[in-house]
């Protein structure tokens, strides 16, 4: 104990120790550690708790406030993170048209050494088209999809007879329709990328984890003040039995990870 006048040593023994002394306290685990959706899932559930138990009976209305607004960036961040996947559709989609535009042209090189000469003459006609446009497939997006779309107006019009005498329409007709897949799908990501904000992730995690923890904080020393009453008691009870389901979250993916490695470290001693 702290030695000078005893009220001061007292409050500040009691301050410093309230974490200790408190009949209940809300439980701490490194929110962090958690993936982004299960972080954000867990801020849903912290955020729908303090609605029901109402921030003003709590005495956190000020510090709620701040989290719901860092909440909602959170949301938004998000969800920016969610149609980044857009990137991975656009690549899934190119590779599908590039792959039916090669299927295209090595059924054109197969029909140049057709038996019928008049289905090696419509293919001759055509294979011209496919090296006037040259290697669409090693194009940029945008020049590619332009490109494909002329080629099949060609293909559509001008060289219908020759693409029906080769039995190739549904070539075209796939190709078109891929074509046009991968338009939409990079409509949409512009879309998305004017609609963008400023905002990242990370920033808004460190500043909503901030919050948290001195939300906790408030609510411990409100306890240590006004003891272990209601809201208090069955508000804490809630959130921990939450704090703990996510904590065994965390526990159970170290668990696995720590699994997997001594698995790998074990695997070249048995193959001795």
């Avoid at 709590?58 to 406030?65: A, G, H, K, T, V």
């Avoid at 792959?99 to 001759?124: E, M, Q, V, W, Y």
């Avoid at 080769?166 to 190709?175: H, I, N, Q, S, Y």
């Avoid at 901030?210 to 906790?216: A, E, G, I, S, V």
Wanted: aromatic share 10%; net charge neutral.
């Amino acid at each position: 104990m702290p030695t000078g006048r005893p009220e001061v040593c007292g409050f500040l023994y009691l301050y410093t120790n309230f974490k200790t002394l408190l009949p209940m306290k809300c439980n701490r685990f490194v929110v962090e550690k958690l993936r982004n959706e299960e972080w954000f899932q867990f801020y849903t559930e912290f955020k729908t708790l303090v609605e029901q138990y109402r921030p003003s009976s709590l005495n956190i209305s000020p510090l709620f406030s701040v989290f719901v607004t860092l909440y909602a960036d959170a949301d938004e961040a998000l969800e920016i993170i969610r149609k980044s996947a857009t990137t991975e559709q656009i690549a899934d989609s190119d590779a599908a048209r590039d792959g039916t535009l090669r299927g295209f042209n090595n059924a054109i090189k197969s029909s140049l050494d057709h038996f019928d000469a008049l289905k090696r003459a419509a293919a001759k006609r055509v294979q011209i088209v496919i090296d006037t446009y040259g290697n669409m497939a090693r194009m940029y997006y945008d020049e590619e999809t332009a490109s494909i779309y002329n080629f099949l107006q060609e293909m559509k019009g001008k060289y219908a007879a020759d693409i029906t005498l080769l039995a190739l329409t549904d070539w075209v007709e796939r190709l078109e329709t891929e074509n046009k897949e991968f338009d939409t799908l990079m409509k949409n990501r512009y879309s998305e990328v004017s609609q963008k904000t400023n905002l990242r992730l990370q920033p808004i995690r460190t500043e909503t984890d901030r919050n948290y923890r001195d939300t906790l904080d408030r609510i411990d020393a409100l306890i240590l003040i006004n003891g272990s009453v209601p809201p208090y008691s069955a508000f804490v009870k809630d959130l921990n039995a939450r704090t703990l389901r996510f904590e065994n979250i965390l526990a159970q993916r170290q668990g696995r990870a720590a699994a997997k490695k001594n698995k790998s470290e074990q695997e070249p001693e048995d193959a001795q």
